[in-house]
């Protein structure tokens, strides 16, 4: 089946600009979750969603950075006037939920975000 | 808090050669570690994981609860091993049932053949 899915794979952005990232789960999956791959400083968590609303929203780094979740599906997560630190790769996955154990999250190909 | 640490951001290995990439972690509790993967130009993806105790692609890992690591190895390296390894650590996070990844800064394999 369709594995996780974002857009866009490359977005390019001037200082202060806000944009906007796109992921679309595997079907089914009630859990949602947002990293930040940046170089030398590996995976770093954002967000994770379960359903449409946000039990763990610990690592946003600042108030410029806010995420959604509609339909329990499509998430978005946005940052708004954004600086050249914000670049980095910004990955998504998705899991089956579960209250106790393994739930093997799955990673979407990423978005390679360039703040110019 | 919980921290992983994979002190090699590099290590290179002969093809055929022993391979053990170290991961080391902080946790107060009962941890699930995990080892994931990513080769060139492809997703990030699960390699193993600790309560199924499995072989995949030749490797293992065994939870050391007392020296607290988690160590990747594999007895013959081949060169299509050669990719970015990250360990991974699950634990509750601020939010009830979060279960976030914690990741270490990961390891670049490189096989010489």
């Known amino acids: 089946g369709a594995g996780v899915s974002q857009s866009p794979s490359n977005k390019v952005t001037e200082k202060g600009k806000d944009v906007e990232l796109r992921c679309d789960p595997i079907?089914?999956?009630?859990?949602l979750y947002w990293y930040r791959q940046s170089l030398g400083q590996g995976l770093e968590f954002l967000i994770y969603?379960?359903?449409?609303?946000?039990?763990?929203k610990s690592g946003l780094p600042s108030d410029r950075f806010s995420a959604e979740r509609t339909g329990g599906s499509v998430s978005t997560l946005t940052i708004q006037r954004t600086q050249q630190e914000d670049s980095a790769v910004y990955l998504c996955?998705?899991?089956?939920?579960?209250?106790?154990?393994?739930?093997?999250?799955?990673f979407g190909p990423g978005t390679r975000l360039t703040v110019l | 808090a919980q921290r992983v640490t994979q002190p090699e951001k590099l290590l290179s290995v002969f093809k055929g050669a022993p391979v053990e990439l170290k991961c080391n972690y902080s946790?107060?509790?009962?941890?699930?570690l995990f080892w994931y993967v990513q080769y060139s130009r492809q997703r990030l993806q699960l390699l193993l994981r600790?309560?199924s105790r499995e072989s995949i692609k030749g490797f293992t890992a065994d939870l050391n609860k007392g020296e607290t690591s988690f160590h990747l190895k594999k007895p013959f390296a081949q060169e299509e091993d050669s990719a970015m390894y990250y360990c991974?650590?699950?634990?509750?996070?601020?939010?009830?049932?979060?279960?976030?990844?914690?990741f270490g800064k990961g390891t670049k394999l490189s096989v010489i053949p």
């Open positions: 600790h309560i």
């Open positions: 946790y107060s509790g009962s941890p699930e």
């Open positions: 991974a650590l699950s634990g509750r996070g601020s939010g009830a049932g979060s279960y976030q990844l914690t």
């Open positions: 996955a998705s899991s089956l939920s579960r209250d106790r154990g393994f739930n093997e999250q799955f």
């Open positions: 969603f379960q359903g449409n609303s946000a039990p763990d």
């Open positions: 079907s089914g999956h009630t859990a």
